[in-house]
């Protein structure tokens, strides 16, 4: 089915340690997002592309990292954990500048650091 | 800096009408949107105007735009207990439309 995968799911980790969340599309959408949610903050924007080889910081950008080789991939890597990072994250893919319509969400990554 | 400022709390008896309001703050947005979210998923588009536009209607939903204002509002008619979710407003901002600023979302309960 087309659409926004992220994964995994669900994810336990230690202060300090390091991870990357996975965000893969098959729309061929050229922009590409990373947001958290947390109770009372609604979505914040971390990091996105608007296309291969182009990332660029959003509201949130400290104590993680983006790249974008291709089209279709945006992972999201965690440096070293820690306890504010404990969050909701969601990926998001739009088609490009002038198209209609706005992002489609994937399912979301729901983090906890202990 | 760019905002999206909205209630958080909206209480509304089913069969009557949702009215979820929300100001921005970047004159210069192409594209304002509501979207929704349901218990333990992500976001749906439910719509989205123009900021060329005053009003879209798809059917039971209303958007109202006063851009003098930066005011945008989202009519619900009919409320239903499915309608029961938060929404949250948000611009598009940036030269390409390229960042999507959301507001903190509504959360939409439905009295019987």
């Known amino acids: 089915n087309a659409g926004v995968t992220q994964t995994p799911k669900f994810q336990v980790l230690k202060t300090g340690q390091s991870m990357t969340l996975q965000c893969a599309q098959d729309?061929?959408?050229?922009?590409m997002s990373w947001y958290r949610q947390d109770p009372g903050m609604g979505l914040r924007l971390i990091h996105y592309?608007?296309?291969?080889?182009?990332?660029d910081q959003g509201e949130v950008p400290n104590g993680y990292n983006v790249s974008r080789s291709t089209t279709e991939d945006f992972p999201l890597r965690l440096l070293s954990a820690a306890p504010s990072q404990t969050s909701v994250y969601f990926c998001?893919?739009?088609?490009?500048?002038?198209?209609?319509?706005?992002?489609?969400f994937g399912s979301g990554t729901r983090l906890t650091v202990v | 800096g760019e905002d999206v400022e909205q209630s958080l709390f909206l209480s509304v008896r089913e069969g009557d009408s949702s009215v979820i309001n929300c100001t921005y703050t970047?004159?210069?947005?192409?594209?304002l949107y509501w979207y929704k979210q349901e218990p333990g998923a992500g976001l749906q588009l439910l719509t989205y105007?123009?900021?060329?536009?005053d009003m879209k209607q798809d059917q039971r939903l209303t958007v109202l735009l006063n851009k003098k204002d930066k005011h945008l509002s989202l009519r619900i008619a009919d409320t239903q207990t499915g309608d029961s979710a938060i929404y949250f407003c948000?611009?598009?901002?940036?030269?390409?439309?390229?960042?999507?600023?959301f507001g903190k979302g509504t959360r939409l309960h439905i009295l019987p």
């Open positions: 105007i123009f900021s060329n536009m």
């Open positions: 970047d004159s210069s947005s192409t594209y």
């Open positions: 729309m061929n959408h050229e922009y």
């Open positions: 998001a893919s739009r088609a490009r500048q002038g198209a209609v319509g706005g992002y489609t």
């Open positions: 948000a611009e598009s901002i940036g030269n390409r439309d390229d960042k999507i600023i």
């Open positions: 592309s608007v296309g291969a080889g182009i990332t």
